[in-house]
């Protein structure tokens, strides 16, 4: 497979009762093996920290992967309330979104706060997928590139070469969030190949084999006009994932011309 397999990940955030959480797993277990989801991309769902056992538990064997939605600094100590990556791990996680702009937003996670958390995914053994953003006042002030070298340049300064392969970028424009807003296909393809430029001066050799997703309002409608972007490999998906039908018809959309450049 090419290193930039196509990657599409559910985003529940803090939605779904263990219960429920198991029914979609169940019924997204179902259609995985039924209709052989996930060939040829990768598949990753985020559900809330106290659903990820079971999730994992109704998708073994699927090849779906299963990732938590944050972490906590360390492995194991006296810090209530804490949860580490090496615990997330042993709940059957294997990927962490890092640094959603909810976090940053509603948890003050600092951009080197992000960084530390990435270092602390890696050394737990976890794919980290960092979420970068501007906000609608700094879009329109044409500051979005600023933002998001500013916010990936601590990710990348702690992680160095050595860290750095496998880690995956998501685009989510904290405008679209849940917006039913997008920017242009084009415009999202020029931001993560300017990106990925940037990363390759930053890190050389790393630039052409890093995974960027695009989120914010990603649906069932509007995906396939991303998957056809050069520079996109893949989406992040909130609202729209939490209905199992809706991201079962995800899971199944044509990769389009990323299916002939493979
Ligand atoms: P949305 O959320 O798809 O509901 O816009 C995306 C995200 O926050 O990751």
Redesign the pocket.
């Known amino acids: 497979m090419s290193p930039r397999t196509p990657l599409l990940?559910a985003?529940w955030?803090m939605y779904k009762t263990v219960a429920e959480s198991r029914v979609w797993a169940e019924r997204f277990r179902e259609a995985a093996l039924r209709e052989g989801l996930g060939q040829g991309r990768e598949l990753v769902v985020a559900p809330t920290a106290p659903s990820l056992w079971v999730v994992a538990t109704a998708l073994d064997g699927t090849g779906v992967g299963v990732a938590a939605q944050n972490l906590d600094l360390g492995v194991e100590g006296a810090l209530t309330g804490a949860v580490s990556g090496y615990l997330l791990r042993q709940a059957g996680a294997e990927w962490v979104?890092l640094g959603?702009?909810?976090r940053r937003q509603h948890f003050g996670e600092s951009d080197q706060l992000v960084a530390e958390k990435v270092l602390a995914a890696v050394e737990a053994g976890l794919e980290p997928i960092v979420?970068i953003g501007e906000t609608e006042e700094e879009h329109r002030a044409g500051k979005t590139q600023e933002r998001l070298l500013q916010q990936l340049s601590p990710v990348v300064a702690a992680a160095g070469p050595e860290r750095w392969p496998g880690l995956v970028i998501?685009y989510?424009p904290v405008w679209?969030?849940?917006?039913?807003r997008t920017p242009t296909p084009e415009v999202i393809d020029e931001i993560a190949g300017s990106l990925r430029s940037w990363l390759g001066q930053q890190l050389p050799g790393v630039g052409a084999a890093t995974r960027i997703l695009y989120?914010?309002?990603?649906?069932e409608q509007n995906l396939a006009s991303f998957w056809s972007l050069e520079h996109i490999d893949g989406a992040?998906?909130?609202?729209?994932?939490l209905d199992v039908e809706r991201f079962v018809t995800m899971a199944k959309t044509p990769l389009g011309a990323k299916e002939e450049r493979r």
């Not at 992040?236 to 994932?241: E, K, M, N, R, T």
């Open positions: 990940v985003n955030k979104v959603h702009s909810e979420c998501a989510e679209a969030i849940g917006s039913g989120g914010g309002s990603v649906n992040l998906v909130g609202g729209a994932s």
